[in-house]
Structures are given as structure tokens and as C-alpha cells.
């Protein structure tokens, strides 16, 4: 499986920003995959990560009421919507696949990171 990010940039405080990962393989639907995070000088960490099905999700505390996360199978795609983005969210966030569903996730392929700037 080969994941694709993109939608990263820099934006104001309380903007929002798209991030979309497009994955190869016929077997990304019956996978977990998820959002992470990296920001410099800290650990990478759990974002947001969905089921293959779509109906349980799960979001580190901090992002929960302002980021969704959301797949579309038939397009072996998943998103990440992130709203009323704080400079606190500055970091590189990468897409993950075939991840469990534990905390913390372990994820077997990742992707190219995108940076995502959040200016004060």
C-alpha cells in the first residue's frame, strides 16, 4: 500500500485547511488508517483514526469538536477537515494505514508528511 498527502499549508489561527490521503492497494478498505502528527521537538502522536467502516472513530483530546475525520472507501481515500486550527497544531501530519485500533495506534504503512503551519 502507497499513501499520498496533500492539502497541507499555512494559514491563520481559527482557519481551516483539508488534508486528503489517496491510497493504493485493493486491500485499504478493510484496513484502520488514521491521521498523526509531528511537531518539532515532540513525539509524533495519534491525530484521529477511523474504521474500515467508518462508524468508530477515534481523536486525540486536544483536536476532539474541531477535526473529522472521514473516508471514502470506493476512492481509497481518507480526510481530515481541521477547523478553528490553533498555532498549537503546527506540525507535519502524515496519513497512516493499517493501523490497530489500540492506544497508541500501530500503523504498518505510512505516508509522505504535509506541513501544516498555523501563524498566530
Known amino acids: 500500500v502507497q499513501l499520498q498527502a496533500s492539502g497541507g499549508g499555512l494559514v491563520q489561527a481559527g482557519g481551516s485547511l483539508r488534508l486528503t490521503c489517496v491510497a493504493s492497494?485493493?486491500?485499504?478498505?478493510?484496513?484502520?488508517v488514521g491521521w498523526f502528527r509531528q511537531a518539532p521537538g515532540k513525539e509524533r502522536e495519534a491525530v484521529a483514526v477511523i474504521r474500515p467502516s467508518g462508524e468508530t472513530t477515534y481523536y486525540e483530546e486536544s483536536v476532539k469538536g474541531r477535526f473529522t475525520i472521514s473516508r471514502l472507501n470506493a476512492k481509497k481515500t481518507v480526510s481530515l477537515q481541521m477547523d478553528s486550527l490553533e498555532p498549537e497544531d503546527t506540525a507535519v501530519y502524515y496519513c497512516?494505514?493499517?493501523?490497530?485500533?489500540?492506544?497508541?495506534?500501530?500503523?504498518?504503512?505510512w505516508g509522505q508528511g504535509t506541513q501544516v503551519t498555523v501563524s498566530s
Open positions: 492497494g485493493r486491500t485499504y478498505s478493510s484496513y484502520t
Open positions: 497512516a494505514a493499517q493501523c490497530t485500533y489500540t492506544n497508541p495506534p500501530v500503523c504498518g504503512y
